[in-house]
C-alpha cells in the first residue's frame, strides 16, 4: 500500500519570502503525485501534477515541484508568496492501475505573514 | 457554470437519524468519488463509482452507502448517524481516458456534517 508523508503541519512564511513544502511518498508500484490547495472553508483544487516525463512541473499560481525518484520526494515550491496563498496543502498519490484513488499526505497549513 | 456540487452545504443532526448529500458533476466525467476529512483535515477515500459501477469501497461502515443514479450523480446516504461520523464530506469526479486529464479529480465544496 502506499502512503504519503508531509514532513512540516505549519509553516509560517513572509510575504514575498520563498517557501518549500516537503512530501515523501512510499509505494512498491510507480504513481502519479499531485498537489491540492484547499482555502478556508472551500474544496480543493489542483495546484499541479506529475505523471511522467520531466521531472520539474509547474503549476498554477507560480507553484512548481520536483519529482526525485530515488529520494521518493515530491516537493512543492513557490519563489515568492502572498498573502493569498495562505491555505492549506495536500500532496497526493495514486497508483497506476485501476482505481485512481488518491492517497492524501496529513497537509501542510501555509500561514503567509505581511 | 461547469462544476462540482454538493447540498447541502452544512448539514446539522442528530444521533441516530439518517441523512444524505448530494453530489452533482456537469463535467461529463465518468467516475466519482467521495471523500471524508475529519477534524485535523485528514483525507481519506471513501467510495469511487465508475459508469454508476461501484470500483472503490474503502473500510467504511455499511450505515454509509452510496448511489449513483446515472454518471453525473453520487449521492451518499447515512444511516444511524454518530457523533464520529462529524466531518467535512468532500465529492469529486474524474475522467477515465488514456489522456493526463484523465487522472485530475475535480472538487466539490464539501458538505459539513455536524452530529450532536
Known sequence: ?114 | DTAVSQTPKYLVTQMGNDKSIKCEQNLGHDTMYWYKQDSKKFLKIMFSYNNKELIINETVPNRFSPKSPDKAHLNLHINSLELGDSAVYFCASSRTSSGPSSYEQYFGPGTRLTVT
Not at chain 1, 3 to 21: C, G, H, I, M, Y
Not at chain 1, 73 to 88: C, G, M, Q, Y
Request: proline share 4%; charged share 15%.
Open chain 1, 1 to 114: 500500500a502506499q502512503s504519503v508523508t508531509q514532513l512540516d503541519s505549519q509553516v509560517p512564511v513572509f510575504e514575498e519570502a520563498p517557501v518549500e513544502l516537503r512530501c515523501n511518498y512510499s509505494s512498491s508500484v510507480s504513481v502519479y503525485l499531485f498537489w491540492y490547495v484547499q482555502y478556508p472553508n472551500q474544496g480543493l483544487q489542483l495546484l499541479l501534477k506529475y505523471l511522467s516525463g520531466s521531472t520539474l512541473v509547474k503549476g498554477i499560481n507560480g507553484f512548481e515541484a520536483e519529482f526525485n525518484k530515488s529520494q521518493t520526494s515530491f516537493h512543492l515550491r513557490k519563489p515568492s508568496v502572498h498573502i493569498s496563498d495562505t491555505a492549506e496543502y495536500f500532496c497526493a498519490v495514486s497508483l497506476k492501475a485501476a482505481g485512481n484513488k488518491l492517497t492524501f499526505g496529513g497537509g501542510t497549513r501555509v500561514l503567509v505573514k505581511p
